[in-house]
């Protein structure tokens, strides 16, 4: 029987990993088992710069907190070397980031063992498109640029206008 002191970290350890899930839009559980210290820590640079919360997480632990959260279907998944890597603002980031490290690596030495969105356990397949899409960040510039394309329009239009008829009254005098 583990002493008081030992099982109330352990308490806060999966307390902290509820939290973590529940404020997660997106989440995915990695087995990182071939990777060496320093594509772990290119990984984690990656991770920090997408706003990607990411950490070796302790399979009990991680499978407590799933439970606790509504993502039990993910227990299954829960052997071996595991990470769990989440993001609260944006949902594509943990996928996509996991994903194009997971390419870059191969298979055999990083690979995803699950992900979920929004309370929903993701397909393999459902994973691989949502890793190719844009980040939110992107989508948003690429917003504002068909937003502001109409009016650059508008403007250069009336700028032509202005100087077509600044010539004709230079041309009069």
Do not use: W
Request: aromatic share 4%; proline share 2%.
């Amino acid at each position: 029987m583990p002493n008081a002191k030992v099982l109330e970290s352990k308490k806060a350890i999966v307390a902290a990993l509820e939290e973590q899930l529940k404020g997660a839009e997106a989440g995915v559980l990695v087995d990182y088992s071939g990777i060496t210290v320093e594509q772990d820590t290119e990984l984690r640079n990656a991770c920090r710069a997408a706003g990607v919360t990411y950490g070796v997480v302790k399979n009990t632990m991680v499978r407590r907190a799933l439970d606790d959260t509504g993502l039990s279907e993910l227990d299954n998944v829960l052997n071996g070397n595991t990470s769990l890597a989440t993001g609260a603002e944006d949902p594509i980031a943990p996928i996509k980031t996991i994903a194009d490290f997971a390419k870059k690596m191969g298979d055999d030495k990083f690979h995803i063992k699950a992900a979920f969105m929004e309370g929903k356990v993701l397909s393999q397949n459902e994973i691989a498109q949502l890793a190719t899409l844009s980040s939110k960040k992107d989508l948003y510039a690429q917003l504002v640029g068909v937003l502001m394309a109409p009016m650059a329009n508008l403007a250069a239009v009336v700028n032509a206008i202005a100087e077509k008829q600044e010539g004709g009254e230079a041309a009069a005098e």
